[in-house]
Every structure is written in C-alpha cells, then in structure tokens.
C-alpha cells in the first residue's frame, strides 16, 4: 500500500465548480504540503500544516483552501474553479522540515 | 525571497553520455540541498541530498551532486546515463534554522536516447 494516497487520480469540472482533492498519509508524520505542479514552473507550494490546528499559506493561496481534519488527512479545495488551476497536484508530507519529502502519486485536474 | 534556478529545460543525450544537470540557488545563509527526479507518469522520489560535510553527495542509481558554497550552486551529474534515466530533475532548496519551506525548481527534463 502507498504511504501517501491521494484521491481522485484524475479528474475533469468546469469552471465555477467546487472540487476537493483528498490525501491521506500512513506515515505518522505531522507535516503535510499541497504542491501544484505547472509545465516549465515546477512545483509550487500551495498550503501546508504543521499539525493538525496549524494550517499555513504557501506561495500560491489564491483561489485554495485546505482542511486538516486528522493528523493522517490534508485535503485541498477549489472553492470555484478556473481553467488556470488546471494542472498536476501532489500531496507531500515529511518527518521535519528538512527531511525528504514522501508524495502521493498525483491528482490531474483539468478545469474546462 | 529565496530562488532555485535550472537553467536547463530539456536535455537530450545518448545512452553512455555523461550528464551534468546545473541548480543555482540565491540564499546567503546555511542551506539543505535536495534532488529530487519524477519518472514518467510517477510522483517525484528523492536522489539524493546534501546537509553537510563532503560537498559531493552520492545518490541512488549512480548519481552524484556537488555543493559549491562560493558558486551557490548543486550540480547533479552521472557518467554515463542509461535509457531509464529519463526522467524531471528537481532541485530543491531548504534554507536551515528559517521558517521558509522548501523551494523548488523549475525542473529539468532528461531524454536519454537508446
């Protein structure tokens, strides 16, 4: 079983539709993290949260929110989609902050 | 605010060749570098990583990175590539004792021709 899964694999809405990706880890780690991953751009931090009452803004916030509903369970949300969040969505979690990164295996989205 | 830079987009070499994957980041103080490569259609898995001690960091797979403070730069490299080496490269920055999270960069992509 993978340490880190996240639903769904793929997933295709329309703009102004509300979506939630979902992750859950079996790690046992306290840190989650919410990449997006663009063409040419990398990845780029959306949210993370440290424990479960502590949620923090990455560097691309906007137009996202996250729930920390346990210490195993990080899930993002589109409040209303936009063709410009379309792209590839990791879910991460590590021990420390400076640890290696375990990730979930990606949720492709594609706003219409 | 810090910056990771791969200033190579696409790389393409032939099975045997020796590849170099050029990271610059721009951060003064103490920092913890990371490869990280994403095989087609997988999520990203970690190469290797420098915190301190001998510049040059070995990494599965026969890869190997070098941390040159004075040129602020992580250098991936292997001698000779392999058909499933291709593969995104990410180099990814950590500045130490700071509240920051880890920066990526923009990635590099690796085409190996058999």
Known sequence: DADVTQTPRNRITKTGKRIMLECSQTKGHDRMYWYRQDPGLGLRLIYYSFDVKDINKGEISDGYSVSRQAQAKFSLSLESAIPNQTALYFCATNRAPNEKLFFGSGTQLSVL | ?114
């Open chain 2, 1 to 114: 605010a810090q910056s990771v830079s791969q200033h190579n987009h696409h790389v393409i070499l032939s099975e045997a060749a020796s590849l170099e994957l050029g990271c610059n980041y721009s951060y003064g103080g103490t920092v913890n570098l990371f490869w990280y490569v994403q095989y087609p259609g997988q999520h990203l898995q970690l190469l290797l990583k420098y915190f301190s001690g001998d510049p040059l960091v070995k990494g599965i797979k026969g890869f190997e990175a070098e941390f040159i403070k004075s040129k602020f730069s992580f250098n991936l490299r292997k001698p000779s590539v392999q058909w499933s080496d291709t593969a995104e490269y990410f180099c990814a920055v950590f500045p130490s004792g700071s509240a920051r999270q880890l920066t990526f960069g923009s990635g590099t992509q690796l085409t190996v021709l058999p």
